[in-house]
Nanobody
Framework: QVQLVESGGGLVQAGGSLRLSCAASGSTFSISGWGWYRQAPGKERELVAFLSSNPNINYRDSVKGRFTIFRDNAKNTLYLQMDRLKPEDAAVYYC?????????????WGQGTQVTVSS
């Protein structure tokens, strides 16, 4: 099992910055990919950024150049640095991890952290 706990959300003015953290515990050694998703009210959950073990990083187009995903292996923590925030970035942000074990895929989610951006 893998447990993910996010922190760092809050209220920020447009143009400001926030850093989200995701502390991971459990069987993290077998994780093959880490990501951040978000879900705004009335909208579907969408992928924001993904970090694979290759390593390879992907961002959704709307956050490229503004958001940075990175991981501190020593702290077993995933981060999402969000700069130049826009009102449309407001959402609940979820940490995500995926691993493969004996041919099966296992997905893990954090509880979410709210990001509010005022215009």
């Amino acid at each position: 099992q893998v447990q993910l706990v996010e922190s760092g959300g809050g209220l920020v003015q447009a143009g400001g910055s926030l850093r989200l953290s995701c502390a991971a515990s459990g069987s993290t050694f077998s994780i093959s990919g880490w990501g951040w998703y978000r879900q705004a009210p009335g909208k579907e959950r969408e992928l924001v950024a993904f970090l694979s073990s290759n390593p390879n990083i992907n961002y959704r187009d709307s956050v490229k150049g503004r958001f940075t995903i990175f991981r501190d292996n020593a702290k077993n923590t995933l981060y999402l640095q969000m700069d130049r925030l826009k009102p449309e970035d407001a959402a609940v942000y979820y940490c995500y991890a995926v691993r493969w074990l004996q041919g099966r895929q296992y997905e893990y989610w954090g509880q979410g952290t709210q990001v509010t951006v005022s215009s």
